[in-house]
Nanobody, 125 residues
Framework: QVQLVESGGGLVQAGDSLRLSCAAS????????MGWFRQAPGKEREFVSA????????TYADSVKGRFTISRDNAKNTVHLQMNSLKPEDTAVYYC??????????????????WGQGTQVTVSS
């Protein structure tokens, strides 16, 4: 059983930055690919970014490419999402997710086995 707890969300203005963190417990963190997804009100959950087990590979949604950076610290069982140049359309609940059997770096939510409770990010214009 893997537990994921996100933190770092908040209310910011357009152009500001936030750094989300996800603390993992249970299982072997370094064996899991990790992803970030988000869900805005009235919309489906969408992929944001993912990182491979050792952090050597990353992928991003086109909408955040160049503004967001995913990273992980396997010694601390944490994954981060640095979000710069935030836009009002980035407003959503952000979820951390773990893929326990990562054959590839997936952008599909169904691939991920465990999810955090989410953290709200609100960007005002």
């Amino acid at each position: 059983q893997v537990q994921l707890v996100e933190s770092g969300g908040g209310l910011v203005q357009a152009g500001d930055s936030l750094r989300l963190s996800c603390a993992a417990s249970g299982g072997t963190f370094s064996r899991n690919a990790m992803g970030w997804f988000r869900q805005a009100p009235g919309k489906e959950r969408e992929f944001v970014s993912a990182i491979s087990r050792r952090g050597g590979s990353t992928t991003y949604a086109d909408s955040v490419k160049g503004r967001f950076t995913i990273s992980r610290d396997n010694a601390k069982n944490t994954v981060h999402l640095q979000m710069n140049s935030l836009k009002p359309e980035d407003t959503a609940v952000y979820y951390c997710a773990a893929d326990l059997d990562p054959g590839w770096l997936s952008t599909e939510s169904l691939t991920y086995d465990y999810w955090g409770q989410g953290t709200q990010v609100t960007v005002s214009s």
